[in-house]
DNA sequence: TCTGGGGTCCTAGGACCC
DNA sequence: TCTGGGGTCCTAGGACCC
């Protein structure tokens, strides 16, 4: 049996526990740059605040009501994330849990779930709550995808569920389909949902009924062969062992207000790969390949704000390297190349790709020293910058002004991972 | 006026090779 | 001049996830 733990409205919970007064009470906590609505408590919905709208949408309902309203704070996100992903690894045992989010967690429940999964459940559940505070829903079925619907009847019915639902009989799982649109399942998104309303499958129960073949042909390939297998009980998604690295590391951002000189523009990109340079330092892998874009301000006409036009270019790099010097050599000259004079800008973003183990630490012997010095400068400026604060220390090419630096209007402490802003008991 | 920021996998098609 | 039937590798784009 597998299951998946889902944290209940997660960066709002995180937001709660420093601030209890807000239990019962509504919440939504921001995108960055403040900019959607990207999660809400229930109390938030009822009010009928939609999810992963804009903000700007929402404003008036959130003003009216008085819904506390939290910027983004992923530093205090994480950390919460890491405890409750501790508690179910003392649970389950480490190798049977595969974190797939910041706030979801697959397990293996294996012979643990033999005889009494609903009692097992419940016990991950409140143990999760009892030692870090954070609320979950827990779904238990014998592959992912049906583990995925359960947690789902869980989380909609909480009053009856106690957010604990089981799919462990044949009549239950059936039963689960035949409620559920077809729009629920795990790996039917927007397209698939319309296209399959198109053609009359409405539940989950419709598309269980459909063959293999007929979704090899008309839901992706592969891909949709396995959502059908696994609805049959079979499991075609496994667990993936351990967080392996990533094949790819991008940091992008809306900027605070549009950006119209190439100086902003190549300061965020500056910025940008800074960051970047850091995540593929923690990974120790290093890049061959660097890709640029910026995303003029004009709307897109497709009407599709999400994956409007972007310009961008890319650089291969002769020797793959983690080091930010070597990264934002390249990166400021594709801004260069990119930029248009008179365009303004809305968005700018850096992509490293390629990724490779990072070896130069055994080739150092046989580097010039200049290359040694790098990687100790990088070492020193990455420990200085965790263990303080943010940017402390920086290449010159990321600015002081910041002209095009986020907005972030209701930033909350970063309690549990900066001395300066650990919570106070007085 | 104001709409995030990451990731993954898969497929089709082109370039190139023998 | 005629010209088959495989392979592989890469990229762009589409779909999905949270």
Same mark, same amino acid.
């Given at each position: 049996m597998k299951a998946i733990?889902?944290?209940?409205?997660?960066?709002?919970?995180?937001?709660?526990?420093?601030?209890?007064?807000?239990?019962?009470?509504?919440? &939504?906590v921001l995108s960055n740059n403040d900019g959607c609505i990207i999660s809400r408590t229930d109390e938030a919905k009822a009010l009928g605040v939609g999810m992963a709208g804009p903000y700007f949408k929402a404003k008036n309902v959130i003003e009216q009501n008085s819904v506390s309203v939290f910027s983004s704070n992923y530093n205090l996100y994480g950390d919460l994330s890491r405890r409750v992903m501790q508690?179910?690894?003392?649970?389950?045992?480490?190798?049977? &849990?595969?974190?797939?989010?910041?706030?979801?967690?697959?397990?293996?429940?294996?012979?643990?779930?033999?005889?009494?999964?609903?009692?097992?459940?419940?016990?991950?559940?409140?143990?999760?709550?009892?030692?870090?505070?954070?609320?979950?829903?827990?779904?238990?079925?014998?592959?992912?995808?049906?583990? #995925?619907?359960?947690?789902?009847?869980?989380?909609?019915? $909480?009053?009856?569920?106690?957010?604990?639902?089981?799919?462990?009989?044949?009549? $239950?799982?059936?039963?689960?389909? $035949?409620?559920?649109?077809? $729009?629920?399942?795990?790996?039917?998104?927007?397209?698939?949902?319309?296209?399959?309303k198109g053609l009359g499958i409405c539940t989950a129960w419709d598309l269980y009924n459909l063959s293999e073949e007929w979704a090899h042909r008309c839901l992706g390939g592969v891909v949709g062969v396995r959502l059908i297998k696994e609805l049959h009980?079979?499991?075609?998604?496994?667990?993936? *062992?351990?967080?392996?690295? #990533?094949?790819?590391?991008?940091?992008?951002?809306?900027?605070?207000?549009?950006?119209?000189?190439?100086?902003?523009?190549?300061?965020?990109?500056?910025?940008?790969?800074?960051?970047?340079?850091? *995540?593929?330092?923690?990974?120790?892998?290093?890049?061959?390949?660097?890709?640029?874009?910026?995303?003029? #301000?004009?709307?897109?006409?497709?009407?599709?704000?999400?994956?409007?036009?972007?310009?961008?270019?890319?650089?291969?790099?002769?020797?793959?390297?983690a080091l930010t010097q070597d990264l934002i050599k390249p990166a400021l000259q594709i801004a260069e190349r990119i930029y248009e004079q008179g365009r303004s800008y809305k968005k700018a973003g850096v992509i490293l790709?390629?990724?490779?183990?990072?070896?130069?630490?055994?080739?150092?012997?046989?580097e010039p020293p200049s290359k040694n010095m790098g990687r100790y400068l990088m070492e020193m400026m990455d420990n200085i910058n965790f263990s303080m604060r943010n940017d402390v220390v920086k290449f010159a090419s990321s600015g002081t002004k910041r002209n095009w630096k986020m907005r972030q209007e209701f930033h909350s402490p970063r309690y549990t991972t900066r001395w300066e802003e650990l919570y106070e008991v007085h």
């Open positions: 733990v889902d944290c209940n409205s997660f960066y709002c919970s995180c937001e709660r526990l420093f601030e209890p007064q807000l239990d019962q009470k509504p919440v &939504v508690t179910l690894k003392e649970m389950v045992g480490e190798n049977n &849990v595969e974190v797939y989010s910041v706030d979801e967690a697959f397990l293996s429940l294996g012979e643990f779930a033999n005889s009494n999964s609903d009692q097992l459940a419940m016990d991950i559940r409140k143990t999760v709550e009892r030692w870090t505070g954070i609320k979950v829903s827990v779904g238990v079925a014998p592959t992912k995808t049906l583990a #995925k619907l359960a947690n789902y009847l869980a989380k909609k019915d $909480k009053a009856i569920t106690d957010c604990v639902t089981v799919l462990d009989t044949q009549q $239950k799982i059936i039963h689960a389909l $035949k409620i559920t649109d077809v $729009k629920e399942l795990w790996g039917v998104g927007r397209q698939y949902a319309d296209k399959l009980g079979e499991e075609s998604i496994i667990m993936e *062992k351990e967080l392996v690295n #990533k094949k790819m590391i991008a940091t992008t951002r809306m900027f605070g207000a549009p950006v119209a000189s190439l100086n902003d523009i190549k300061e965020a990109v500056a910025t940008y790969t800074s960051r970047a340079a850091e *995540k593929l330092r923690r990974q120790q892998s290093a890049a061959s390949v660097i890709n640029v874009f910026v995303v003029p #301000k004009e709307p897109s006409q497709t009407g599709r704000f999400r994956h409007g036009p972007s310009i961008g270019s890319h650089s291969i790099l002769s020797t793959p390297s790709s390629g990724l490779v183990p990072d070896n130069s630490i055994q080739a150092n012997l046989f």
